[in-house]
């Protein structure tokens, strides 16, 4: 592991390189199956799933917990990063955001780690959107310029262990 860099990353630590946060605590340590009640979600067999794929077998074994996902959110960490700008944004916002929610169901549907943490107004003709997985913002980025034809994306992978910077600007 390389000594520390004397400032802290997106993660709020000193080390330059650390795994991925909540993805990586501790889950190699997890026997048991938890049920993650706020989001619904279950560990079982080293994955997280919907509630609604939980094997009946283990019901009588479900321990309270909380998801990656959950601890993200609460904790305000992102790994991705949506920026969304221009006077398209303003002008079509709910449309924007329609698509995006849209979007994120699919994305649940294929792992329930791909979540939006939160969508941000800032100001008329900003929207940033953060994501628990940084894929899923290089997706939705590319949904967004794919659906509302048009406008510059640009993709900024991090170095070391910072979110990914997806921005799409339209006027």
């Known amino acids: 592991m390389s000594k ?25 340590n997890m026997k048991n199956t938890l049920l993650d009640a706020k989001n619904m979600l279950v560990y079982e067999d080293k994955h997280w799933k919907s509630f609604d794929e939980l094997n009946p077998k283990h019901i009588d074994k479900l321990m309270m917990g909380k998801s990656p996902a959950t601890i993200m959110k609460e904790e305000g960490i992102c790994d991705g990063v949506l ?4 006077d398209y944004v303003e002008k079509h916002h709910e449309e924007i955001v329609g698509a995006i929610r849209n979007y994120e169901k ?15 107004q800032k100001g008329p003709v900003t929207m940033t959107v953060y994501t628990a997985k940084n894929q899923l913002a290089v997706h939705l980025g590319k949904k967004v310029a794919s659906a509302f034809k048009g406008g510059h994306l640009r993709i900024q992978w991090s170095k070391q262990d910072k979110p990914v910077e997806v921005w799409w600007h339209k006027d």
């Open 4 to 28: 520390s860099s004397g400032r802290a990353n997106a993660r709020g630590t000193n080390k330059a390189k650390e795994k991925r946060f909540a993805f990586d605590r501790g889950s190699k």
């Open 83 to 86: 920026h969304l700008t221009g």
């Open 106 to 120: 699919m994305a649940l549907k294929k792992d329930p780690m791909n979540c939006i943490e939160n969508i941000e």
